[in-house]
Each structure stands twice: as structure tokens, then as C-alpha cells.
């Protein structure tokens, strides 16, 4: 068995990582284990090591957006094969599990969590998808977020019209897609520049978020349509009061789902609900029903057949920032000065 090593979070707000051999891994039942081609760097992980945190055990091993090829899988587990190239989420962040971080050469990923990918798909494109696929997922179509019907390849249109500040983000541009998929439009707050992506992406209008005027566009774009609801996919106090405001004057759905970290209710007007989303909540609860769960719906679903047609889109575009996990501290340097890249480092 080759040796496993990973970049070790060694300490509270410690840097840089430790590069060193980690634990063997092993998948249980309903887990696959993958050896990692890349690894994509985001803001939970800096976030992570940047922040006093008193709850965790060090050593951790970071890491949520992996790429690369299964070497084992769980006794349970009939999609996937030895060999297949996947793309995963890792949940080291929730489970507490080393086995389950990115930051290393083998990650040990749920099954539902985890979508294969065709062979003319790079691992260094792919790896951007599964955090942006995640947190998109949990505000679009868990019941207590937005609730749009599951995606499909061949939607059936719901007359409906989902807005999405900061549609070229991350977050945002894996949310349009997975609008569409479910029957949706799409209008979406932008930077001018990037109006002619978000539209590639399956947008139906963009609106300058920088305009002293965005509520009134936004309240003209959705002229005689209905709203299905809105994702704040920028998550900070002003993006999700400016998503809030324009939702209370829009005819619909008056729900505001948002990355951000703590919601505030003072901050939303009459008649407007909001909800903090977290992109782990798609794997489902013990004790649920496993094939309602919304990663089953994305990752299993959905993600696998939208990729092998060429009908789901890499965005945003992968910014390499070295090999090896010794390239990953420098890395995630990078991803804090240039929030709007998504920075991978091949393993």
C-alpha cells in the first residue's frame, strides 16, 4: 500500500501546513477512496486556518474540493470502480475524520458526495466544481431552502424565475446551472464584465450589482414574472440585505437563501424569509431516507450524465498555483488575495 501523506493543520492558526505521512485510509460500507489528482483551495479552508477555533483536535487535515482516481471503495458501494475518475466533496470539516480531508494524497469521500467525470475532463477543471455544486444544491433545492424541483437534463419549465446575486461567483455560477436544470430562469446582480458569462452559464439577464439603481432594474427585470425565490451567493451583510430589499418588491417566493456565516433577522424587511445554507447539509442525516437526500439528486442523479453530455459548465476557470501538497500553504495564500479565482494545486 503506498504511503499516505498529507498537509497537517498542526495547531491553532498555525502556519505553514506540516507536510508528513498521515494514517492509512480505509472506506467504510458507503464510502469511496480516490487518490488525489488536485485540489481546489476555498475560502472555508483559509478561514479555517486563520480563525481561533477552540472546538477542533489538532492535528487536522483541510480540504473540501478533491479530484482524482478510485483506489478502493466501500463494501456497499455499486457506482463506482476501481479506476473511475471522480470528482468530491470532502467533509473532514463536519465528520472530524482526517480520512475525510482533502489536503492529502488518498481522501476518503461519501459515495453521494461524489460524481465520476469523463476522460476529456482535466482533474485540474473538475476539482473546481463539488464545494460551488454543494453550497448551490442546499439553497436551490432542500425544503427549507428554496424547494425547486430536482434537476434534470430535460426540465420541465416552471414559469418561474430565480435571482441570484453574484451570478459569476463560485457559488453563483454552479447556482445557474442548477436553476435551469430544475425548469427555472435566471436573472442574476453581476459585474458588467462579466454579464456575457453568467448569460453562457444560462442566465436570462444580468443587473450591475454596483448600480445605485440595482433594486428598481432588478424590480423592472422581473416585470411580469414570478419569483421563485433568491440566493445571496456572495454572503456578506450588504449582499444579503441588497438581495432582501429587492426580494420584498418582487411578486413571488420571498425567501432569501445565503453563504453567509450568521444570518441576522433584523435584517430582512417585512414578509421576507432568509436562511443560512451550509453546503454539508446536502449529504443527508443519520436516520433520513438516503434516496431523498439532495446529494443523491446532484452527485448521482444529475452531475454525472450533465458532465459526460458537455452540458454542465467549469466555472469559474482554474488558476494553477503549483504541484504537490507542499504548494498548497502558498496556494491558499493566493485563493485570500484573489477571492474570485478559484486556485488549484495538482497533486
Known amino acids: 500500500m503506498a504511503t499516505n501523506n498529507a498537509a497537517f493543520l498542526v495547531g491553532n492558526q498555525k502556519k505553514p501546513f506540516s507536510v508528513r505521512e498521515a494514517e492509512d485510509r480505509y472506506p467504510d460500507e458507503n464510502e469511496i477512496v480516490i487518490k488525489n489528482a488536485a485540489v481546489a483551495m476555498n475560502q472555508l479552508d483559509w478561514k479555517m486556518q486563520d480563525t481561533p477555533w477552540a472546538t477542533f483536535k489538532y492535528p487536522l487535515i483541510l480540504g473540501v474540493d478533491v479530484a482524482g482516481e478510485v483506489v478502493e471503495v466501500g463494501s456497499d458501494v455499486t457506482r463506482f470502480s476501481i479506476g473511475d475518475r471522480v470528482l468530491g466533496h470532502a467533509l473532514s470539516f463536519i465528520t472530524g ?38 453550497t448551490a444544491s442546499a439553497a436551490l433545492f432542500h425544503k427549507g431552502g428554496l424547494a425547486l424541483p430536482k434537476p434534470s437534463l430535460n426540465p420541465t419549465k416552471t414559469s418561474t424565475t430565480v435571482l441570484i446575486w453574484g451570478g459569476t461567483s463560485s457559488v453563483g455560477s454552479n447556482a445557474i446551472q442548477l436553476a435551469v436544470a430544475a425548469g427555472c430562469d435566471v436573472i442574476v446582480t453581476a459585474s458588467p464584465r462579466n454579464f456575457a458569462a453568467a448569460k453562457r452559464l444560462g442566465a436570462d439577464h444580468a443587473v450591475d450589482y454596483n448600480d445605485a439603481s440595482v433594486i ?29 430589499e429587492a426580494v420584498s418588491q418582487i411578486d413571488g417566493v420571498k425567501t432569501v437563501t445565503s453563504t453567509i456565516d450568521e444570518l441576522d433577522d433584523a435584517w430582512l424587511p417585512s414578509g421576507v424569509t432568509g436562511k ?53 500553504q502558498d496556494a491558499l495564500e493566493t485563493s485570500k488575495r484573489t477571492p474570485g479565482k478559484k486556485v488549484v494545486v495538482s497533486i
Not at 228 to 244: N, P
Open 97 to 134: 475524520d482526517k480520512r475525510h480531508g482533502g489536503f492529502q494524497n488518498y481522501t476518503v469521500l461519501f459515495s453521494n458526495m461524489a460524481s465520476p467525470i469523463p476522460p476529456s475532463l482535466p482533474f485540474e477543471s473538475a476539482v473546481v466544481l463539488p464545494l460551488g455544486v454543494s
Open 216 to 244: 428598481e432594474k432588478l424590480k423592472e427585470a422581473f416585470r411580469g414574472r414570478k419569483l421563485a425565490g433568491a440566493l445571496d451567493a456572495i454572503g456578506t451583510e450588504k449582499t444579503f440585505k441588497q438581495t432582501a
Open 276 to 328: 443560512a445554507i451550509l453546503a454539508v447539509s446536502i449529504r443527508g442525516l443519520e436516520g433520513e431516507d438516503m434516496e431523498k437526500n439532495v446529494g443523491k439528486m446532484v452527485y448521482e442523479d444529475f452531475l454525472p450524465d450533465a458532465l459526460k453530455a458537455g452540458r454542465y459548465s467549469i466555472a469559474p476557470d482554474p488558476s494553477t498555483a503549483g504541484n504537490g501538497l507542499g504548494a498548497i
